[in-house]
């Protein structure tokens, strides 16, 4: 007997719960299959929230080691439990899952535990089970990104799956790719002792990001003890009877080099997880990325099937994907769903860590659209004084013509959280001169985005 209901979402990561919670709570029947022992997808299990867990834990490591003092903490050096902070780890996976596993109870959503595959319009078959829905969502997210030629075994070659869960802290740890998940264990395992190398093809880590804040986040790196090998890429890894030879060469071609390593991660990006989904028995296109077209109402090339996230094209962010789920589920329960892809903000959660949303200045040039900027350093701001936590800057770009706010871009200690402030305010449309004349809380990080403001067509209070 088929299982009727009005949506079934594939996948249950932050795209697929939020948009099967969003539909059930519009009234909609629906059920969500999911192949893994806990909901959550990637990123509550693998992936953003174990690795803030342990980019946290480690970050209190590294300030009782190296700062405490100087503000009158006299403690003995820390000695680190790896085995208590992966516990630590564990526990904030737990917690989240469960999270969801109760959400999905309270709002009645069937968790159907396996692999699912599209059968055919309105049919997906998981196991002995058939669902048939007006809608299906996919939700599959993505994978690791391979490296050719480079075999993971999570154990000395490792994912970033793997790097979350390394038994001691390596001497030599070398991280192929600079961006953000990479920068962020890299950080992790830099701050319990380990030595950091990154090697990146491009000519720059975080690629799309602000070349300015990137520049100035480069140079912070480096103080704190990370190597980089720039428009560089990985040739070979060979296991040898302690450690690894990695073997690279210049991305433009040059001579080889080889390093030593005890363990490498190898971080170069994620693909959409689409394997046995079965898109061509309904006749689904993807483009030559493997990620699944899809029109502005996020409608697949088949009627009645959707996609979401990370199997489809863009940043691929949990947010991104939930704001997304939200979306479509309020369309097919008939009322108005809307994504403003302008405003998705991206964050790095190293220290300092490093936010942006809207346009880098690059992009502002490539588009020919005339714009000023606003830039406050916290070295000039009071809460950053007294904390010591004046690495960093707030760089406000509008345009030239109306003021309205382009992007905005933040390195600085609680970057992540200040970066919401931006967003509220270019989804509203404001100016600068809207953000200059708000009254912000004093003393707060907060006020370099008001100063930042205030600079972009005049200038700011404290400097």
Known sequence: MADAFDLV????????????????????????????????????NVGCIPSKALLHASELFHEAGANFADMGIEVSKPKLNLKQMLAFKDEAIDGNTKGIEFLFKKNKIEWVKGEGQIEGPGKVKVGDRTLEAKNIVIATGSDVAKLPGVDIDEKTV??????????????????????????????????????????????????????????????????????????????????????????????????????????????????PYTEGLGLDKVGIATDKRGRIEVDASLKTSADGIYAIGDVIAGPM?????????????????????????????????????????????????????????????????????????????????????????????????????????????MELSASSEDIARMCFAHPTMSEAVKEAALAVTGAPIHM
């Open 9 to 44: 979402v594939i996948g249950a990561g932050p795209g697929g719960y939020e948009c099967a919670i969003k539909a059930a709570q519009l009234g909609l029947k629906v059920a969500c299959v999911e192949k893994r022992d806990r909901l959550g997808g990637t990123c509550l």
């Open 158 to 271: 490792v994912s970033s799956t793997g790097a979350l869960e390394l038994g001691k802290v390596p001497g030599k740890l070398l991280v192929v790719g600079g961006g953000v998940i990479g920068l962020e264990l890299g950080s992790v395992w830099g701050r319990l002792g380990a030595e950091v190398t990154v090697v990146e093809f491009l000519d720059n880590i975080l690629p799309g990001m602000d070349g300015e804040v990137v520049k100035n986040f480069t140079r912070t790196l480096k103080k704190q003890g990370f190597s980089f090998k720039l428009g560089t890429k990985v040739t070979k890894v060979e296991k040898q009877k302690s450690g690894l030879k990695v073997t690279v060469e210049p991305a433009k071609g040059g001579d080889a080099e080889e390093l030593e390593a005890d363990i490498v991660l190898v971080s170069i990006g994620r693909a």
């Open 317 to 425: 962010l949990a947010h991104k994907a939930m704001e997304e789920g939200v979306a479509l589920a309020e369309r097919l329960a008939g009322h108005y769903g809307a994504v403003n892809y302008d405003v998705i903000p991206g964050v790095v959660y190293t220290s300092p860590e490093v936010a942006s949303v809207g346009k880098t200045e690059e992009q502002l040039k490539e588009a020919g659209i005339e714009y000023n900027s606003g830039k406050f350093p916290f070295t000039a701001n009071g809460r950053a004084k007294a904390n010591k936590t004046t690495e960093g800057f707030v760089k406000i770009l509008a345009d030239k013509k109306t003021d309205r706010v382009l992007g905005v871009h933040i390195i600085g200690v609680n970057a992540g959280e200040m970066i919401a402030e931006a967003a509220i305010a």
